[in-house]
């Protein structure tokens, strides 16, 4: 059974710093990725991560500010996100991608399975 769990989304303050972690199980190594979803509007690509690590797309809103990671070990994936603004504020999702493509997905539609999302919100 495929199950994620994020966890580390909170309340700060613009310019701050928060770490999520998405828990993954059930499944072998696979892509990775971060969306997130404000009210109102479209779910948004963050970041992904390939199944080696090695390649790791970002969102154009994010670059510079936001890094993703993982621990293979541990089969968990991090977003490390720094100089936060309010717009950042969203409920975050991670999501895991099964098939093994050439080039690590950036939409949505291309993952296969969720958690249940992590909240973040920025304070002006």
Not at 37 to 47: L, N, S
Not at 87 to 104: G, I, K, P, S
Request: proline fraction near 2%; aromatic fraction near 12%; include cysteine.
């Amino acid at each position: 059974q495929v199950q994620l769990v994020e966890s580390g989304g909170g309340f700060v303050q613009a310019g701050g710093s928060l770490r999520l972690s998405c828990a993954a199980s059930g499944f072998e190594t696979y892509a990775m990725g971060w969306f997130r979803q404000a009210p109102g509007k479209e779910r948004e690509f963050v970041a992904a991560i390939s199944w080696s690590g090695n390649e790791t797309p970002y969102g154009e809103s994010v670059k510079g500010r936001f890094t993703i990671s993982r621990d293979s070990a541990k089969n968990t994936v991090y977003l490390q996100m720094n100089s936060l603004k309010p717009e950042d504020t969203a409920l975050y999702y991670c999501a895991v991608d099964v098939l093994h493509r050439a080039v690590v997905a950036v939409m949505a539609y291309e993952y296969d399975y969720w958690g249940q999302g992590t909240q973040v919100t920025v304070s002006s």
